[in-house]
């Protein structure tokens, strides 16, 4: 089964940082475009960062110098390294990806999401 399998998450001091690991598990081809989104608590879910299948990154305003999004192929992973962590920053983490995978005989594309992971940053 095809999945994207979220860890790293957990609780930081502020000015801290965490990295955050996306695992696309199963007979993956390759991660194709992929992002990082977020959901603080009583907020709609907001994109954090996302990189293109060429390698192109965008980053939010509140997170551009702190945050950065890379993928790792050979390990099928999608990383969010986050420094100068700020309380502002506490919240759910969701990993975003288009995943062409292996299906039966065939390849097949489409679009995943991770189960979340909480970020909390406080003293």
């Known amino acids: 089964q095809v999945q994207l399998v979220e860890s790293g998450g957990g609780l930081v001091q502020p000015g801290g940082s965490l990295r955050l690991s996306c695992a696309a598990s199963g007979s993956i081809f390759r991660i194709n475009a992929a992002g990082w989104y977020r959901q603080a608590p009583g907020k709609q879910r907001e994109l954090v960062t996302s990189i293109t299948s060429g390698g192109s990154t965008n980053y939010a305003d509140s997170v551009k110098g702190r945050f950065t999004i890379s993928r790792d192929n050979a390990n099928k992973t999608v990383y969010l390294q986050m420094n100068s962590l700020k309380p502002e920053d506490t919240a759910v983490y969701f990993c975003?990806?288009?995943?062409?995978?292996?299906?039966?005989?065939?390849?097949?594309?489409?679009?995943?999401w991770g189960q979340g992971t909480q970020v909390t940053v406080s003293s």
């Open positions: 975003n990806a288009e995943l062409t995978y292996y299906s039966g005989s065939y390849l097949q594309r489409r679009d995943y």
